[in-house]
């Protein structure tokens, strides 16, 4: 929608359907809401943006550029954690290394 670049990334991607980039700007905005403050405006503008309006998802981009660079790296850093897949670690009902 925004950017088709290979460092475009999650609700900024032109592959993100609708539904997907909501829950994504969600979580950013949590994670903006976490690091920064609810006074923050860059979380205002994460939740406008889930409107799905462009002109709301350039400003919540510009906003999250703009952050300081340790709030920016927080924000980012857990985001792309959260996002990650996760392996399966449980077997037969047991964490993998736990005690038989």
Known sequence: ???N???AYG?????????????MLGLL???????????NPVADQLARAQSGRLDDLVEALVGINALPAIQRRRVLGSYGARM????RTITNGKAKGAAA
């Open 84 to 87: 990650s897949p996760q392996p």
């Open 1 to 3: 929608m925004i950017a």
């Open 29 to 39: 905005e949590a994670f903006v809401y976490a690091y920064c403050g609810g006074g």
């Open 5 to 7: 670049a290979p460092e």
């Open 11 to 23: 609700p900024f991607r032109d592959d993100c359907s609708p539904t997907e980039r909501a829950r």
